[in-house]
Structure formats: structure tokens, C-alpha cells
């Protein structure tokens, strides 16, 4: 039986005001019941290592909400499209699609289990404009993405072989990741035609550990900050 989430809701608004995003505690609700569903379903579905609700909380939760005031501040009120290459559970595409009901999330697995566990989670949520994709990245044809972005999905140099495709023109492809990764970044910049375009640090409420957001883009400007 799944532990009752309702004790969290004042972590979580104080975790949203922290991020800036007090006009979505009215969202803190929705956020919780994802969070039931992710427990609930874990076991039978092998979604996530975390099995503390309070970790998952934080370690979940929070640090996809992190990314989201930086995503409105680049979408300036536009309806976009956003594929969550790697999705697993829905992290961050469903927690993107509970903040923006008004953005097209697609969260992207090869994983049948948990593809199957977000188009479910999708439908006990209300979230229409969340919608699961199953299959190999690289193999799928173009989502035409606006914003293309992984969250612990694998190495840059990776990520822009297999997902690069899925970026509409004039799309960005972002990176979550923790520490800054050096020999990634070199890596990426040594064998690829791509680089690390800007690099932002990401503030998790309560996560005593650190995040980071790389905006990559192909060799025309190359801008850090």
C-alpha cells in the first residue's frame, strides 16, 4: 500500500516559492499524486532506485522542477513542444506537463514499462498533453521539438547523436546534469559537430548537491555564462 503524500505538501510549496514558482502551489496537488502513482508503481515497474518518499520528493520532484523557470524564461509565453528523451518515469516530462498544461510533452523511453507507466500515470493525472513514446530515439522519426531534453539519460556526445535529430529548426537541446562535466563537454566539442552553448546552474530546494543545465547547439556561437 502506497504511504499518503498529503504531510509533503508544505515541503513542496515551500520548495516551489523557493524556485520562484508560487503561482503553481495551486499545482502542488497534482505534483503529489504523481508522486503515488511513481510509488506505487515502482515495484512492478522498476521505475526508479528511490524508494523514500521523502527522497523521492526532493530527488524527483524537486529536481525537475529546478528547470522549469528557466524554460518558461526561454519559451516567452509560447506554446511549445517538449520531448523528454530517456523519460523513464516522466521525469521531467510530466512534471513539465503538470506546470505548463499548455505545452505538447512527449516523454520518450525505450522501455516498454515505463512508457506504459507514464501514458497511465498521464491518464489518472488529467495531463492531455502528455504523451508517451516508446522506442529507440535514434530510430523514431523527428518530434520536431522546440526544446529536446534529457535528465541523466547519458553522455553528451550521446545525446546528440541519438536525440539530435528530434530538435525542430531553431529548436535547443538541453542538458541536465550534476557536477559541470568537463571531459564530457570536451569530448562532445573534440568529436562532434556540436558544443556547449551556455551552462546555468540549476538550485534543487533541499538537495545538497550540485545541478547544472548545458544548452548545446551546433558550431556557430558559442556563448558561456
Known sequence: MSPDFSPFKDDLVAALRS?????????ADQLLAYLQQLHRWNKAYNLTAVRDPADMLVQHVFDSLAVVPELRRRCNGRDIRVADMGSGAGLPGIILGICQPDWTIFCVDAVGKKTAFVRQAAGVLGLKNVQAVHGRIESLDSLQADVVISRAFASLCDFVRVAGHHRAPQGT????????????????????????KSCMTLHVPDMDAQRCLLELGLKESHDCR
Open 173 to 196: 537541446l538541453l542538458a541536465m546534469k550534476g557536477q559541470y562535466p568537463h571531459e564530457e563537454c570536451q569530448a562532445l566539442e573534440s568529436t562532434t559537430d556540436w558544443i556547449v
Open 19 to 27: 524556485l520562484g514558482m508560487s503561482q503553481d502551489e495551486a499545482r
